[in-house]
């Protein structure tokens, strides 16, 4: 008595256990998909798409060049410039003195990451001078020639 033949898909069938394209994970995503032109993020608070922007591509390249914080910067320092330049004996203006408040609390941050920044940069010289002392010595000639030329 013959064997019992075999379906006709019971060859591909076993096949198919070997090709990668057939197999699955349950946590694994079933379908992929990237879009060709997404939104980006600014500080995970402002997402800019089609949806809110004429052309976010413009507007990535400016806030490559320009940052959102050098743009309100500049526009911060402008109205403040007015409000110094305006008439004395005018009627003071809350919101005048709320920007100038809030570009003052801005330059106090300013000037604490810029302390920590020198802090940190006085604790990496100790670690220069103490590990590699000659490029130490070698840095601190260029600050030394540095500052004897811009005083």
């Given at each position: 008595?013959?064997?019992?033949?075999?379906?006709?898909?019971?060859?591909?069938?076993?096949?198919?256990?070997?090709?990668?394209?057939?197999?699955?994970?349950?946590?694994?995503?079933?379908?992929?998909?990237?879009?060709?032109?997404?939104?980006?993020?600014?500080?995970?608070?402002?997402?800019?798409?089609?949806?809110?922007?004429?052309?976010?591509?413009?507007?990535?390249?400016?806030?490559?060049?320009?940052?959102?914080?050098?743009?309100?910067?500049?526009?911060?320092?402008?109205?403040?410039t007015l409000i110094?330049?305006?008439?004395?004996?005018?009627?003071?203006?809350?919101?005048?003195?709320?920007?100038?408040?809030?570009?003052?609390?801005?330059?106090?941050?300013?000037?604490?990451?810029?302390?920590?920044?020198?802090?940190?940069?006085?604790?990496?010289?100790?670690?220069?001078?103490?590990?590699?002392?000659?490029?130490?010595?070698?840095?601190?000639?260029?600050?030394?020639?540095?500052?004897?030329?811009?005083?």
């Amino acid at each position: 008595m013959d064997p019992a033949p075999a379906s006709p898909n019971a060859y591909q069938q076993m096949l198919s256990f070997f090709d990668p394209r057939t197999w699955t994970a349950p946590f694994a995503p079933q379908a992929l998909s990237q879009p060709i032109l997404p939104g980006w993020t600014f500080g995970n608070v402002i997402s800019v798409t089609e949806k809110n922007s004429g052309s976010p591509e413009t507007e990535r390249d400016i806030v490559s060049e320009y940052s959102y914080g050098r743009q309100l910067g500049r526009l911060t320092q402008a109205l403040a410039t007015l409000i110094e330049e305006r008439p004395q004996g005018l009627p003071p203006k809350k919101s005048f003195a709320e920007l100038m408040e809030l570009r003052d609390s801005i330059e106090a941050i300013k000037l604490r990451g810029a302390q920590s920044r020198l802090q940190r940069l006085e604790s990496d010289l100790a670690t220069l001078k103490a590990e590699a002392p000659q490029d130490y010595r070698r840095i601190a000639a260029a600050l030394a020639a540095d500052a004897g030329t811009t005083g």
